[in-house]
């Protein structure tokens, strides 16, 4: 299945991956190969991509649309940074997606929540 996020700046990520769990408007949901079509909008918060290798990888978004096909989802979104890199750069990419998903403005429970889900995300990487 393909993956592409993209943000009016670029594209954040782009590949084959095995699945991913976005931050839904009622709540977040998985995505696998072959579910069915869709369009949804995606709040503040984390989506998570799991490579075809097994390898995680996060993007915090602030909010968004996704489109969703039987083997690829779009993702347009507003504002992301991608959690990745050496120690060094995986802290300040954890600043700067506190900061992106906190701007948004919404609920302190979905602030909060996300916010557990980097901090506790990049421990793992």
Do not use: Q, R
């Not at 995680?56 to 959690?83: M, P, R, S, Y």
């Not at 700067?96 to 919404?106: H, N, P, R, T, V």
């Not at 429970?109 to 990487?125: D, G, N, P, V, Y």
Request: charged share 30%; hydrophobic share 45%.
């Amino acid at each position: 299945m393909k993956l592409e996020l993209v943000t009016p700046h670029g594209v954040i990520f782009e590949g084959e991956i095995k699945s991913a769990t976005l931050p839904g408007s009622e709540g977040e949901f998985g995505v696998l190969d072959e579910h069915a079509g869709t369009v949804t909008i995606l709040n503040a918060g984390v989506v998570e991509i799991e490579k075809e290798d097994g390898s995680k990888e996060l993007v915090a978004i602030n909010w968004g649309t996704a489109k969703i096909e039987e083997h690829k989802i779009t993702i347009l979104a507003d504002g992301a940074v991608a959690i990745s890199g050496k120690d060094g750069e995986i802290a300040k990419s954890l600043e700067e997606a506190k900061e992106l998903i906190k701007s948004m403005g919404d609920s302190d429970i979905a602030i909060a929540s996300a916010t557990a889900k980097l901090e506790t995300a990049a421990k793992a990487l």
